[in-house]
């Protein structure tokens, strides 16, 4: 019995639930491995949330589980031909490498600004109470991140940027611009429309309500890439280049220690910032202008 693409004639809803059922049964497994893990190599007095190393090994099986697995059984079960179903035929010539990671350098700076009038939002006062939850997630999620890349030495901002910006960024890409993207265009032929909901998907499913429009468009973002160029490694370099990004700035002290660069800029400097955001955002474009004609001529 041939069972590789038996779910490719199937209805969009049935491959979404599928999709979703394999989603929460790979974190599920990978959250009891990497716990299991964590019980078997320590004591039952060690604190997992004082263990950065255990917490980005989590973090790996994490993103294995949850994301690579999943997008990879959804197009064995989907198509005849796994690569051509993720858009992974091919891998990008240096120009285009290069114009793609100059791009996502460029947007940064209008992301990050976009991030600053997203944590700006109030809700009304009767959704008080849904408000304090989004705060109180926002906040447990910036202390994970910081304790997952704290440390010194080489090894340690290695390991960091392996699972932060490397294994993020393919697995995530994976699912979200490829499995997700076939899933959405059973539904529509409207490219476009398939582009922001995968990107709304996306920027949910990091559940980090006060970085929703900034995580939303920079997965747009993504998403054009994949239509521009049909291959799904270009966001992936983008990807890694924005978490790589994060990671430098986050770990670096000197850059740390930089409004501009890690976004938290003051009242007095914010007029500036929108500056050079606004400024940079428009080489931006004239950076996708060439990454497009580039991708055509191949």
């Not at 697995?171 to 476009?192: A, D, I, M, Y």
Request: glycine fraction near 6%; proline fraction near 4%; charge should be positive.
């Amino acid at each position: 019995m041939v069972i590789r693409g038996i779910f490719a004639e199937r209805p969009a809803l049935f491959q979404l639930l599928a999709l979703l059922f394999l989603i929460l049964a790979g974190g599920l497994l990978s959250s009891l491995t990497g716990l299991w893990l964590f019980t078997l190599l320590y004591s039952s007095s060690a604190n997992l949330m004082e263990n950065p190393e255990m917490l980005r090994l989590i973090q790996f099986l994490a993103a294995i589980g949850t994301f690579l697995v999943p997008a990879l059984i959804m197009a064995f079960f989907c198509s005849s031909n796994i690569r051509k179903y993720l858009y992974a035929s091919t891998f990008p010539k240096g120009k285009t490498i290069i114009l793609t990671i100059l791009s996502v350098v460029l947007i940064s700076p209008f992301i990050s600004l976009t991030g600053i009038l997203n944590k700006m939002v109030k809700l009304p006062d009767i959704l008080y109470p849904i408000e304090a939850w989004m705060q109180a997630k926002e906040v447990e999620a910036e202390k994970l991140t910081t304790l997952m890349l704290s440390g010194e030495g080489l090894i340690i901002l290695i390991q960091n940027i392996f699972v932060v910006a490397v294994v993020a960024a393919i697995t995530e890409e994976f699912l979200f611009r490829g499995t997700l993207r076939q899933v959405f265009s059973k539904t529509t032929k409207n490219q476009h429309l398939i582009v922001w909901l995968a990107a709304i998907v996306f920027s949910l499913f990091h559940m980090q309500f006060y970085g929703f429009i900034p995580r939303m468009l920079l997965g747009a973002y993504f998403g054009y890439l994949l239509l521009w160029g049909n291959n799904i490694w270009l966001p992936v370099i983008a990807h890694f280049a924005n978490n790589f990004l994060g990671v430098i700035s986050l770990t670096n002290p000197n850059l740390a220690k930089n409004e501009f660069i890690t976004g938290n800029v003051s009242t007095e400097n914010m007029l500036p910032f929108t500056f050079v955001s606004i400024s940079f955002a428009i080489l931006f474009i004239f950076c996708i202008v060439a990454l497009k004609r580039e991708l055509r001529e191949k």
